[in-house]
């Protein structure tokens, strides 16, 4: 049984952050793992060019008071990421822009830390992943002493949750990332991934911002909620799952958990330290209710259980990033929006996730059958 700390944070105040912050990391003895002079990562979540109050990414305030207390003690501190999407301008400037919108890029800086853009350096392969034999990793987080999952408790489309493992696919660079929706795009193909991402990684700490967090339809166009809380471990696996708990969603629906500990990169069973919390039940995606069940079992049947994004012409501004990041060319540039191909769509959801004007909605293959099969899981829920 693994040790997650979780403790009450009621804000973004930077005072307040700091103290539970240093709680968190003390909970977990956070300061074994590291000695004067080494080098720390911080991977943060940023996902695209998304203000901190909108919950896409990790909020900038937990960046620079992580940074602030690794630096205390002597550590030298990087922050770095690749966001989602493939600009027109190239993936480099997505990424500083994500970072300067998010308010990170500002936030590392002022606290001391030096910013990476994953996307500008250089990158080596790591072999021995299940799903994908090679990994590209930036290089900066294989020269990284240790490396820390800075994650947002969101839930997602795709794998729905999203905490410190989805989090390390951030370390792929660039365009690469489409690529590994291409190479594996079933759902359980797609985690195992995610899963050999996580092992390159070499994460030993994460810590999650859950202060604001999302549900619905995320990581990017659910709703905010208030859930107050900063968890820490040195298990990232328990820390998905106790977030999981948290959240009111089983760990078990969560492949990447799964799949995490069947192949020991860490336990599932976690014990809660700090705070006593509550559990308060998140608004799981709507693709989310079946997406693990057809992705388990094959058949005409389950596959009209899928969904494939609408875009709405009112909001579409037509920037056509859903176009230059679909892994597999299923949305075409057109006039007023972008068209779909809908036999070429594997139903990786990047469109939806990283579309920042939320015009993309994802709409379910037979409407009816999927409405029934939500109907007989929300029952099952309200008998238990």
Same mark, same amino acid.
């Given at each position: 049984?693994?040790?997650?700390?979780?403790?009450?944070?009621?804000?973004?105040?930077?005072?307040?952050?700091?103290?539970?912050?240093?709680?968190?990391?003390?909970?977990?003895?956070?300061?074994?793992?590291?000695?004067?002079?080494?080098?720390?990562?911080?991977?943060?979540?940023?996902?695209?060019?998304?203000?901190?109050?909108?919950?896409?990414?990790?909020?900038?305030?937990?960046?620079?008071?992580?940074?602030?207390?690794?630096?205390?003690?002597?550590?030298?501190?990087?922050?770095?990421?690749?966001?989602?999407?493939?600009?027109?301008?190239?993936?480099?400037?997505?990424?500083?822009?994500?970072?300067?919108?998010?308010?990170?890029?500002?936030?590392?800086?002022?606290?001391?830390?030096?910013?990476?853009?994953?996307?500008?350096?250089?990158?080596?392969?790591?072999?021995?992943?299940?799903?994908?034999?090679?990994?590209?990793?930036?290089?900066?987080?294989?020269?990284?002493?240790?490396?820390?999952?800075?994650?947002?408790?969101?839930?997602?489309?795709?794998?729905?949750?999203?905490?410190?493992?989805?989090?390390?696919?951030?370390?792929?660079?660039?365009?690469?990332?489409?690529?590994?929706?291409?190479?594996?795009?079933?759902?359980?193909?797609?985690?195992?991934?995610?899963?050999?991402?996580?092992?390159?990684?070499?994460?030993?700490?994460?810590?999650?911002?859950?202060?604001?967090?999302?549900?619905?339809?995320?990581?990017?166009?659910?709703?905010?909620?208030?859930?107050?809380?900063?968890?820490?471990?040195?298990?990232?696996?328990?820390?998905?799952?106790?977030?999981?708990?948290?959240? $009111?969603?089983?760990?078990? %629906? &969560?492949?990447?958990?799964? +799949? @995490?500990?069947? =192949?020991? !990169?860490?336990?599932? #069973?976690?014990?809660?330290?700090?705070?006593?919390?509550?559990?308060?039940?998140?608004?799981?995606?709507?693709?989310?209710?079946? $997406?693990?069940?057809?992705? %388990? &079992?094959?058949?005409?049947? +389950? @596959?009209?259980? =899928?969904? !494939?994004?609408?875009? #709405?012409?009112?909001?579409?501004?037509?920037?056509?990033?859903?176009?230059?990041?679909?892994?597999?060319?299923?949305?075409?540039? $057109?006039?007023?929006?972008?068209?779909?191909?809908?036999?070429?769509?594997?139903?990786?959801?990047?469109?939806?996730?990283?579309?920042?004007?939320?015009?993309?909605?994802?709409?379910?293959?037979?409407?009816?059958?999927?409405?029934?099969?939500?109907?007989?899981?929300?029952?099952?829920?309200?008998?238990?």
């Amino acid at each position: 049984m693994s040790l997650v700390s979780v403790r009450r944070c009621p804000d973004y105040k930077q005072e307040r952050i700091d103290r539970v912050i240093s709680a968190c990391l003390a909970d977990v003895k956070a300061e074994e793992l590291f000695q004067p002079g080494d080098t720390v990562l911080l991977k943060a979540n940023i996902l695209g060019a998304r203000q901190p109050e909108e919950a896409v990414t990790t909020h900038p305030e937990i960046i620079a008071a992580l940074a602030r207390w690794f630096l205390r003690r002597g550590a030298k501190v990087l922050v770095g990421d690749s966001s989602g999407g493939v600009a027109r301008s190239g993936a480099r400037g997505n990424t500083d822009r994500a970072m300067e919108i998010s308010g990170i890029a500002a936030a590392a800086t002022g606290a001391g830390a030096t910013l990476v853009n994953f996307d500008a350096g250089t990158s080596t392969f790591v072999f021995g992943g299940l799903e994908w034999e090679k990994v590209l990793v930036a290089q900066p987080v294989l020269d990284a002493d240790l490396v820390v999952s800075v994650p947002k408790l969101k839930t997602h489309g795709l794998t729905l949750m999203t905490a410190g493992i989805k989090n390390m696919f951030g370390i792929v660079p660039g365009a690469v990332k489409a690529q590994c929706h291409r190479i594996a795009p079933g759902i359980d193909q797609f985690c195992q991934g995610l899963v050999d991402v996580f092992a390159a990684s070499g994460t030993n700490l994460t810590v999650l911002d859950a202060v604001e967090a999302m549900e619905g339809e995320g990581p990017s166009a659910g709703r905010v909620i208030r859930r107050e809380l900063v968890l820490a471990s040195r298990d990232t696996v328990a820390l998905d799952a106790a977030a999981c708990h948290l959240a $009111g969603c089983s760990p078990g %629906r &969560v492949r990447t958990t799964v +799949f @995490a500990a069947q =192949r020991g !990169l860490g336990n599932m #069973d976690f014990q809660l330290s700090g705070d006593e919390v509550e559990v308060m039940p998140f608004k799981l995606p709507l693709t989310g209710m079946t $997406g693990p069940l057809s992705a %388990r &079992v094959s058949g005409p049947f +389950f @596959a009209l259980l =899928r969904h !494939l994004p609408d875009i #709405d012409r009112e909001t579409c501004v037509n920037c056509n990033l859903c176009v230059t990041s679909c892994p597999v060319d299923a949305l075409v540039a $057109g006039n007023p929006t972008p068209g779909l191909r809908a036999a070429k769509c594997i139903h990786c959801y990047c469109c939806h996730e990283l579309c920042p004007h939320r015009a993309i909605e994802l709409v379910p293959v037979n409407p009816r059958l999927v409405s029934v099969v939500d109907w007989v899981r929300n029952r099952r829920r309200t008998r238990r």
